[in-house]
């Protein structure tokens, strides 16, 4: 079963625009966040996370906001530019274990 | 280069044959991840050392597969009597835990594993 969810699975943006990604969990017990980027034939690089104690985590243009009570995390890019073009996975952590969505191909128009 | 770094990058081998894939971690980090991802997919949770201790084991990970963190540094993924459906990426990630929710990862590039 599919403990964390993507039901996007591309998104296509203008440039300058705002980026959001969004991504559903089932497990109540998943205390950390994150979401990683993935361009082909390299490993997801780490983008930005949140402590389940919090609702919002800002790192210049990338904004994650966590809402709890509906289970549900979104990433918010803005501006977007044409290299944020890529794959986006939210994963979700509890007890050491980690739980990837299936992504969401993102496409930044210039 | 001080990211993770895993080889080989590709393996490409016939049915029934054993491969072994090695990660080497960032240095001072204490947690070594591995990870199994086919087309389409996210990354799915094989298993985890901490130090030298395995700590945790996916389902997915059969009979089949071993791992192994000898000195708590590097670490290798077995896959024994390879069959077609382990085709796959296999990514390893680490990280410096100290609190169960900072744990963030950092992926290496991956061994693409063909298994003919």
């Given at each position: 079963d599919q403990q964390v969810k993507q039901n996007s699975p591309s998104l296509s943006v203008q440039e300058g625009r705002i980026s959001i990604l969004n991504c559903d969990y089932?497990?109540?017990?998943?205390d950390y966040f994150l979401w990683y980027k993935k361009y082909p034939a390299e490993g997801p690089t780490f983008l930005i996370s949140i402590s389940s104690i919090k609702d919002k985590n800002e790192d210049g243009r990338f904004t994650v906001f966590l809402n709890k009570s509906a289970k549900h995390l979104s990433l918010h890019i803005v501006p977007s530019q044409p290299g944020d073009s890529a794959v986006y996975f939210c994963a979700a952590s509890a007890y050491g274990q980690f739980y990837f969505g299936t992504g969401t191909s993102l496409t930044v128009i210039p | 280069d001080t990211g993770v770094s895993q080889n080989p990058r590709h393996k490409i081998t016939k049915r029934g044959q054993n491969v072994t894939f090695r990660c080497d971690p960032i240095?001072?980090?204490?947690r070594l991840y591995w990870y199994r991802q086919t087309l389409g997919q996210g990354p799915e949770f094989l298993t985890y050392f901490q130090n030298e201790a395995q700590l945790e084991k996916s389902r997915?990970?059969?009979?089949r597969f071993s791992a192994e963190r000898p000195k708590g540094s590097f670490s290798t993924l077995e896959i024994q009597r390879?069959?077609?459906?382990?085709?796959a990426m296999y990514l390893c990630a680490s990280s410096l835990a100290r609190l169960a929710d900072t744990d963030t990862q950092y992926f290496g590039p991956g061994t693409r594993l063909t298994v003919l």
């Open positions: 089932t497990n109540s017990m998943f | 240095s001072e980090h204490n997915l990970l059969s009979d390879t069959e077609q459906g382990d085709s």
